[in-house]
């Protein structure tokens, strides 16, 4: 078990940043959503939480829409269904961006993701922890000071074993491209084309990751220590992982052709 230790506002550089809010997609998480939006509230006064809720059976949206009426800072944005991780956070992304919030974070209700640890992806947002600001913050397992805690040996393989996968396979330096505690600029995500994005299991996860390294924008990894969930049931199965790693490798296939091509182009014009 973690202590909960990391408490309280932390004012200073970060005031640049300005609104935030944190999207939080739900599905059947009526025993974590109370929970986590009142250690969220409580790590960080200032920002707001709007909860995506996929009409959830339990009546999880409910919930939400009762954490709404007593706390201004708490939303809702209601779907038809459940549609898959990404169009959830597409859709809260979107509703964001109309509401006008400069910064737009992403996080698990499940408590996976621990909200007295955001500081750290918001400081380093903002360039607070003296190494420069950045477009895009990602709460990372694999940097060294990130754990896991509780997660079956097989499991942490599969992750590990994934994000070694993806960055040989479409060549890039991010250590958890899968992870889903992350905030980003406004700018960052209007310059990625979110209305191109097809991505609707945990792949988007790494789908936002390298349109923001192609778009030039800089990404920085900060570490977090990672729960498993102790209620309710997770979401990954095996079906999940195996469309991931199919759009994977079919990204990875692309890249490697564009680059060939880049290569050849290139070549050729250096012919006399």
Same mark, same amino acid.
């Given at each position: 078990?973690?202590?909960?230790?990391?408490?309280?506002?932390?004012? /200073?550089?970060?005031?640049? =940043? !300005?609104?935030? %809010?944190?999207?939080?997609?739900?599905?059947?998480?009526?025993?974590?959503?109370?929970?986590?939006?009142?250690?969220?509230?409580?790590?960080?006064?200032?920002?707001?939480?709007?909860? +995506?809720?996929?009409?959830?059976?339990?009546?999880?949206?409910?919930?939400?829409?009762?954490?709404?009426?007593?706390?201004?800072? %708490?939303?809702?944005?209601?779907?038809?269904?459940?549609? /898959?991780?990404?169009?959830?956070?597409?859709? !809260?992304?979107?509703?964001? =961006?109309?509401?006008?919030?400069?910064?737009?974070? #992403?996080?698990?209700?499940?408590?996976?993701?621990?909200?007295?640890?955001?500081?750290?992806?918001?400081?380093? @947002?903002?360039?607070?922890? !003296?190494? /420069?600001?950045?477009?895009?913050?990602? !709460?990372?397992?694999?940097?060294?000071?990130?754990?896991? +805690?509780?997660?079956?040996?097989?499991?942490?393989?599969?992750?590990?074993?994934?994000?070694?996968?993806?960055?040989?396979?479409? /060549? $890039?330096?991010?250590?958890?491209?899968?992870?889903?505690?992350?905030?980003?600029?406004?700018?960052? @995500?209007?310059?990625?084309?979110?209305?191109?994005?097809?991505?609707?299991?945990? +792949?988007?996860?790494?789908?936002? +990751?390298?349109?923001?390294?192609?778009?030039?924008?800089?990404?920085?990894?900060?570490? $977090?220590?990672?729960?498993?969930?102790?209620?309710?049931?997770?979401?990954?199965?095996?079906?999940?992982?195996? #469309?991931?790693?199919?759009? $994977?490798?079919?990204?990875?296939?692309?890249?490697?052709?564009?680059?060939? &091509?880049?290569?050849?182009?290139?070549?050729?014009? &250096? &012919?006399?």
């Amino acid at each position: 078990m973690s202590t909960y230790d990391e408490t309280g506002p932390r004012p /200073g550089p970060r005031a640049e =940043l !300005g609104r935030v %809010v944190m999207v939080v997609p739900t599905f059947n998480e009526a025993d974590n959503l109370a929970w986590i939006v009142g250690r969220l509230r409580a790590a960080e006064p200032d920002l707001h939480v709007l909860v +995506v809720d996929d009409h959830s059976p339990d009546g999880t949206g409910d919930i939400a829409d009762a954490l709404a009426a007593e706390d201004d800072a %708490v939303h809702v944005l209601h779907r038809a269904g459940k549609g /898959g991780l990404g169009a959830a956070y597409l859709a !809260g992304f979107a509703w964001a =961006l109309d509401a006008g919030y400069d910064v737009v974070g #992403e996080m698990d209700a499940d408590g996976s993701h621990q909200p007295e640890q955001l500081h750290r992806l918001l400081d380093a @947002l903002a360039g607070a922890d !003296g190494r /420069g600001s950045a477009d895009l913050v990602i !709460g990372s397992r694999y940097v060294p000071g990130g754990s896991v +805690v509780n997660w079956p040996w097989r499991r942490e393989a599969l992750s590990r074993g994934g994000n070694l996968y993806v960055r040989l396979l479409l /060549g $890039i330096s991010v250590r958890d491209a899968t992870a889903g505690f992350r905030v980003f600029r406004r700018s960052a @995500l209007e310059k990625i084309d979110l209305a191109s994005v097809q991505s609707t299991g945990y +792949v988007f996860q790494t789908d936002l +990751v390298t349109r923001c390294l192609h778009a030039g924008l800089t990404v920085r990894e900060v570490p $977090i220590e990672f729960i498993e969930r102790e209620r309710g049931d997770s979401k990954m199965s095996g079906a999940v992982a195996t #469309e991931s790693l199919r759009r $994977i490798t079919q990204w990875g296939i692309s890249e490697r052709r564009e680059q060939l &091509r880049r290569e050849r182009a290139r070549r050729a014009g &250096r &012919r006399p």
